[in-house]
């Protein structure tokens, strides 16, 4: 995702298909563009070229709102293109080039103390390609497809690494990455039990008050985690549970591999965090076709205790969400 404005930045992907900026520029004086009279004062032309520096398109793209631009079975090489704005702020336009063996990684980038979106953040997957975090936190970049590592890093900020990312030739994958400030203040882990429901639960976690969330997000169910840093070791447990009458006896618990299964016996904790003072901040780490799980009303549960031997005392958030209506 590239803010669009009067700003000018390149990217470099190597050998694969890659697609950099070129040059920008701000007009607000010259007479509208051809097929521009539907976007009113605030507009975008956007002229693409190929590796071997020849036009993509013939007449500019005119982009009225923040807009996703593909090109199907794009030739290797680096692609670039080339900016003229006539609006007073910024447009986000997002190009992905698609060729075999690449795929496109997206998403945004966000502080994981007060949740305001990062800019310039380093994003590199270690399979082949990176990109910064643009001013509305926005990334995007075409990759080698595979297994791989997303590691995010920017100054005054802790690396999050994020393995076991998967993807496949072709897809676009949207994630979001949180990234702790290196001078957090830690927090004091349950000292007594504690139990509270999360009556309007948000759609993105949030490490202060719920820091487990679950939305839908086309056909998946999908789960985000973040943890703040306890100033104790402390054991994370993460659950549902279902009216469904398929799931109605079990409570379902994640474990570190991210699979859920029911509880039998000892509960199976999602996270051992070894050291006090350390964020847990995973993002999204899991999701499921929601055609897979039955209809009813689901009830998601996080526990955090520093005493998992008998829990004496803990934490336990949750919220229920209505899934009858999403298949």
Known sequence: MFGLGSSTSTKSLGSFNSLNSGSSSLKTDTPVTPGAEKCGDCYVEVMIYRPDKSPYNIEPYIVC?????????????????????????????????????????????????????????????????????????????IVVAGEGLVTTSLANYQTNLKAKVQLGSGETKKILVFVAPVESSCIEAPDMPVVEEIVSPGMEPDASFQPFAVRVEDSDLVFFALFPPYDEKVNIYLGMTSDAPELSPYLLLFDSDDAYAPMAGTPVAWREVKEACQWQQDGEFMSIPVELLPKGKYTFYSLVTAEPDGMPTFEIRFFTLDLSSMY
Do not use: P
């Open 65 to 141: 709102d923040s807009e996703n631009i593909t090109i199907e079975n794009a030739k290797s090489g680096e692609w670039t293109y080339e900016t003229t704005s006539h609006c007073a702020s910024s447009l986000d336009v997002e190009i992905e080039t698609r060729g075999a063996d690449t795929a496109v990684l997206t998403g945004s980038v966000k502080d994981a103390e007060s949740g305001i979106s990062v800019s310039n953040a380093r994003v590199q997957w270690n399979l082949g390609g990176e990109t910064f975090s643009s001013e509305n936190g926005y990334f995007s970049t």
